[in-house]
């Protein structure tokens, strides 16, 4: 079947009215002005300059509204992503050219799970994982902000979670107070706006306040040791310029694959995330499947401009659903206000205290964090809780990357062992009572079996793990019979290992004279076994699709 890809934009304008534009615009334009000190935080965080956030949040944006499968999706860049850009911006290997191309295979990546409908795959991934890797990225991200917040002008700070820590201990005594005071300024402003103004963003008036005193403190108090983004980027400009990039090596490509698909599969998660959340709060159904197209052609696209990667942002999403925006037009005029916002009043950036930064950061990984969530899956099931601290740890000490392959192959492990405890394997060598299992077959109610005839029921998916059991569990019978009737109505699949082991019974059952007589088989299961060719080698008389049937057919053997 063929993806249909309808961007929710065009459906939009069908029934489009002047109302529904005016709430767009002011959603748009106060999503605009929230949006601009996330960019810009996010994008000296994650190791480049100001305006290359900037520029994700206005192209990335833009397209992801313009092509996106939800009506209130607004894109742009995220603080998911802040720890594996700088953590390939910081590679002498890869740098800011190995960051555009694995963006670029990322955002391919995303278009190819859109078009191989993977939109619903990608949303069942243990909640645990989720928790524990963005947990982990809170905690990495709070940790690159110590410097700033502290004001302790260390200029070499190591990579790994911690070294790093063990040289903020080193250098504690270096605190700058004036930091210190302008970063709890910022943290303590955007706690206490909302309680005053809804509308207004805590983080914009931190940036405005601070921004205001730490000027008048080095203007007219001669405190000159404050930091700002002019003194790390003195050639900050309001330029979009399209900056293509050499295409890599071979080698360098094995190099940058595993970073992109941990892009792509942060990316697909956040923005899916984002999108589910927003649906519940409007009543809407997006389309999982066009939003990963759209968060892929962002993720193509922005490389070339110089920006960094995409995907849906949930607090400006909930922004702009709160401020009434209900269709893509007010994420297009978001891109178009941050734009007007970067063309002339960039300049006015360069006076933005880094400490200050560093608060609004802080805030943003304590909301991230999701301690209370992560409190409360600690007291699940053991293999919640395994899942959810191994990821937060490999997250938090190691890499992004490994935690995410880690915590996938571990949630697969104990899903698996969680499949085979359930699933079952039963004998019946006297009577079948239907009237127990509401199987009524015609007038019987009771099955009676002859002497040599034994019932094997499998009660869950006939794969490798239960089809293991199920032979360990034929080994240990003592007497052997004359027909076996292996009973698979709760067989839903088998995989090639069930159908091998399937075979193998067979064959030694043929060995040992022991008729097999199947029972229940689905026509999913029928088909695995007629193109195995196991249903010829069986016999199709002894392949029956109820009960009754194949104990008729099995007594049937017995003289």
Same mark, same amino acid.
């Given at each position: 079947m063929i993806l249909k890809f309808k961007p929710k934009l065009f459906i939009t304008f069908k029934n489009y009215t002047?109302? +529904?534009?005016?709430?767009?615009?002011?959603?748009?334009?106060?999503?605009?002005?929230?949006a601009l000190p996330l960019a810009i935080a996010f994008g000296i965080a994650s190791g480049v300059s100001p305006e290359q956030g900037l520029i994700t949040a206005i192209i990335g944006g833009f397209i992801v509204s313009f092509l996106g499968g939800s009506n209130v999706q607004i894109g742009g860049p995220t603080g998911a992503f802040i720890i594996i850009v700088?953590?390939?911006?910081?590679?002498?290997?890869?740098?800011?050219s190995?960051?555009?191309?694995?963006?670029?295979?990322?955002?391919?990546?995303?278009?190819?799970?859109?078009f191989l409908k993977m939109g619903t795959?990608?949303?069942?991934?243990?909640?645990?994982?989720?928790?524990?890797?963005?947990?982990?990225?809170?905690?990495?991200?709070?940790? %690159?902000?110590?410097?700033?917040?502290?004001?302790?002008?260390? @200029?070499?700070?190591?990579?790994?979670?911690?070294s790093k820590w063990e040289v903020y201990f080193t250098n504690i005594g270096n605190i700058n107070l004036v930091a210190l005071a302008l970063s709890f300024a910022?943290?303590?402003?955007?706690?206490?706006?909302?309680?005053?103004?809804?509308?207004?963003?805590?983080?914009?008036?931190? !940036?405005?306040?601070?921004?205001?005193?730490?000027?008048?403190?080095? %203007?007219?108090?001669?405190?000159?040791?404050?930091?700002?983004?002019?003194? +790390?980027?003195?050639?900050?400009?309001?330029? !979009?310029?399209?900056?293509?990039?050499?295409?890599?090596?071979?080698? +360098?490509?094995?190099?940058?694959?595993?970073?992109?698909? #941990?892009?792509?599969?942060l990316g697909g998660i956040e923005s899916l995330l984002s999108a589910t959340v927003?649906?519940?709060?409007?009543?809407?159904?997006?389309?999982?499947? #066009?939003?990963?197209? /759209?968060?892929?052609?962002?993720?193509?696209?922005?490389?070339f401009f110089g920006g960094i990667p995409v995907t849906g942002a949930i607090a400006r %999403?909930? %922004?702009?659903?709160?401020?009434?925006?209900?269709?893509?037009?007010?994420?297009?005029?978001?891109?178009?206000?941050?734009?007007?916002?970067?063309?002339?009043?960039?300049?006015?950036?360069?006076?933005?205290?880094?400490?200050?930064? /560093?608060?609004?950061?802080?805030?943003?990984?304590?909301?991230?964090?999701?301690?209370?969530?992560?409190?409360?899956?600690?007291? @699940?099931? +053991?293999?919640?809780? #395994?899942?959810?601290? #191994?990821?937060?740890l490999v997250t938090t000490i190691f890499d992004l990357t490994i935690a995410i392959e880690i915590g996938l192959l571990l949630a697969m492990l104990l899903f698996m062992r969680r499949m085979i405890e359930v699933s079952k394997v039963s004998v019946t060598t006297d009577v079948i009572d239907l009237s127990q299992e509401k199987e009524i077959y015609q007038k019987e109610e009771k099955l009676a079996l002859k002497k040599g005839v034994e019932v094997y029921e499998i009660d869950g998916p006939f794969f490798f793990g239960i089809a293991n059991k199920f032979d360990a569990y034929m080994k240990v019978i003592g007497e052997k019979p004359k027909v076996r009737i292996i009973r698979m109505r709760k067989v839903p699949f088998m995989d090639s290992t069930g159908?091998?082991?399937?075979?193998i019974l067979y064959n030694l059952s043929k060995a040992e004279s022991i008729v097999i007589v199947l029972s229940g088989v689905n026509e999913r299961v029928r088909q695995m076994l007629v193109t195995s060719g196991l249903a010829a080698k069986i016999g199709e008389d002894n392949i029956c699709d109820h009960i009754s049937k194949a104990v008729e057919k099995g007594n049937s053997y017995i003289k």
């Open positions: 002047k109302d +529904k534009f005016i709430a767009d615009l002011m959603a748009g334009l106060i999503v605009g002005i929230v700088f953590g390939i911006v910081a590679n002498p290997e890869l740098g800011i190995g960051l555009a191309m694995a963006t670029v295979i990322a955002g391919i990546m995303l278009m190819l799970m859109g795959v990608i949303k069942f991934i243990p909640y645990p994982i989720i928790v524990g890797f963005t947990s982990g990225i809170a905690l990495t991200i709070f940790s %690159t902000q110590i410097n700033d917040l502290l004001g302790l002008s260390i @200029n070499d700070i190591p990579g790994d979670f911690i910022s943290i303590f402003l955007i706690i206490i706006t909302p309680k005053f103004l809804k509308k207004i963003p805590g983080s914009l008036i931190a !940036i405005i306040v601070v921004t205001a005193i730490a000027y008048l403190l080095k %203007t007219y108090a001669d405190i000159t040791n404050i930091t700002t983004i002019g003194d +790390k980027f003195p050639d900050l400009n309001a330029s !979009i310029k399209f900056s293509g990039f050499e295409l890599p090596s071979m080698e +360098k490509i094995k190099l940058l694959l595993p970073p992109a698909f #941990t892009i792509a599969m927003a649906d519940g709060v409007i009543g809407d159904s997006h389309n999982s499947n #066009t939003e990963l197209i /759209a968060q892929g052609a962002a993720n193509i696209v922005v490389p %999403t909930m %922004t702009n659903i709160n401020n009434g925006g209900r269709s893509p037009v007010a994420g297009i005029i978001h891109a178009l206000a941050l734009l007007l916002i970067m063309l002339f009043l960039i300049p006015l950036a360069k006076y933005i205290p880094m400490a200050c930064l /560093a608060g609004v950061l802080t805030i943003v990984s304590y909301n991230m964090s999701e301690w209370r969530t992560f409190r409360s899956l600690l007291r @699940n099931s +053991k293999s919640d809780a #395994t899942v959810l601290i #191994t990821t937060f159908l091998r082991n399937l075979e």
